[in-house]
């Protein structure tokens, strides 16, 4: 296990962590201390809980936000997925069996209109 000391909004922590944990924990902390800070210039002096509690809230709100954003790209996602696989999906409209109906049918218009006409050519009677 091992130790790093953190600085948020002047103060500075002491936080034991994973031997492979130091950086991340330290970034996490800059990000801390950069809001933190943002707040007391923004607010003026404020006592350390309620500072660490608004600076908690206004990351609590961005990962809301980010979660929500994920949320929703995840469902268009999901859309779009089912439109792609839905059009990849072999047509009856090309399906043999399908190609046999509609020969079928052809055969059976053609036997009709030569029915009709007698061998297929106009009638200069007509």
Known sequence: MSEVTVDVAGRSYRLGCGADEEEHLTGLAAMLDGEARGLLRQFGQMSE???LLMTALMIADRLA?????TYQTEQRLAQAETLAESRAEPSDMFSPEREEELTSRINALVAQIESLGGDGEANPAD
């Open 49 to 51: 809980g309620r500072l």
């Open 65 to 69: 936000e980010a979660e929500d954003k």
